[in-house]
């Protein structure tokens, strides 16, 4: 299995609901492809380096994972697709032998 990174932004209305199933999808499909979530870490509202979408703050979540690279690319697509996510950002991390 091959370890990756994601960070998303959440729209800083989006509530503990929306928030949940955005999770609870990453996750879904992450074990749609025999992997598994090492850690989940919600870093809260935070302000932007810059406007995006109108939007001067938003809702930062990070997801350390471990999967296959097909899951990769569903989980970008999938939160590319979302309108209440602004930005995300997927690296794959080199883990030490």
């Known amino acids: 299995m091959i370890h990756y990174e994601t960070i998303y932004i959440a729209s800083p209305d ?3 609901r929306k928030l949940v199933e955005i999770n609870d999808k990453i996750s879904e499909l992450i074990k749609n492809h025999k ?4 850690t989940w ?10 406007t995006i979408g109108g939007h001067e703050s938003g809702h930062y979540v990070r997801v350390e994972y471990q999967t296959e ?7 970008e697509r999938s939160l590319q697709l979302r309108d209440d996510v602004l930005k995300q950002l997927t690296i794959r991390i080199e883990k030490e032998k």
Do not use: C, M, P, Q
């Not at 870490?41 to 810059?50: A, C, K």
């Not at 690279?69 to 989980?75: F, H, L, Q, Y």
């Open 14 to 16: 989006a509530d503990e």
């Open 35 to 38: 992997g598994k979530v090492d």
């Open 41 to 50: 870490d919600d870093w809260g509202n935070r302000i932007l380096g810059y």
């Open 69 to 75: 690279t097909s899951a990769v690319r569903e989980i």
